[in-house]
């Protein structure tokens, strides 16, 4: 079992294919974890590590460890809540949209860039719907997550502009045998702009 504990792999190796179309593992990439959860404060930086990977049908999907030595909010509960659920997944899924963008990992997402990302992660990735079932009390001290992205879709309202819309699911885990899970739906508005931008090919990093 890999460190974040629901991997059959016993280590993860960065993909070599890369691509929209590419199919691979990548290992934490510490500096974007670190740029990503730069909005947060310290005492709320949850995400300790966080590998990557693409399907064959084109899901996304992050495993992290995770510690919550404290609460920032009440006195300590003695178990993962449902206000702690909701910012894991905010750092899990800022992540891998960010890594999805860096490395050409989504089709929906080809033409933005990091930039494009930075700009956008805090007014426009928006959790539009967001569940959570507790099946077993989570020791929020040291526990693993995982979050997929298991489709991405453009929509276009009438005379509206247009936006993603990505179906989500999590899952969190401990030694112990805690868990819960659920689902989200996540809506990416203000879109990056497709006209004069210069475009990388998908899989090579050249730009065209």
């Known amino acids: 079992m890999s460190a974040v504990g629901h991997h059959p792999h016993t280590a993860v190796t960065p993909a070599v294919t890369g691509g929209a179309a590419g199919v691979g593992e990548w290992e934490t990439d510490h500096g974007l974890l670190e740029q990503v959860l730069r909005p947060y404060k310290r005492r709320c930086l949850y995400v300790e590590s966080a590998q990557v990977e693409v399907e064959a049908q084109g899901a996304l999907t992050v495993r992290s460890r995770l510690s919550i ?3 920032w909010y009440i006195d300590d509960t003695g178990h993962l809540n449902a206000v702690e659920v909701n910012i894991c997944y905010n750092q899990m899924m800022y992540f891998l ?5 860096k490395e050409d990992l ?6 933005w860039t990091l930039d494009d990302f930075w700009q956008r992660q805090l007014p426009d990735i928006v959790i539009a719907r967001f569940a959570g079932n507790f ?4 020791d929020a001290r040291r526990f693993t997550g995982e979050l997929t992205i ?6 276009t309202p009438g005379r509206g502009a247009p936006f993603l819309l990505a179906t989500t699911s999590h ?15 996540l809506v990416l508005t203000n879109l990056p702009r497709e006209a004069g931008r210069s475009r990388v090919a998908v899989g090579t990093g050249s730009a065209t």
């Open 97 to 101: 949209v960010a890594k999805a963008v």
């Open 135 to 138: 099946r077993r009390p989570v």
């Open 171 to 185: 899952r969190y885990r401990d030694e112990a045998g805690g868990r819960c899970d659920g689902t989200a739906t």
């Open 69 to 71: 030595p404290e609460s």
């Open 106 to 111: 989504h089709p929906a997402l080809a033409e």
């Open 150 to 155: 298991e489709k991405i879709e453009r929509k």
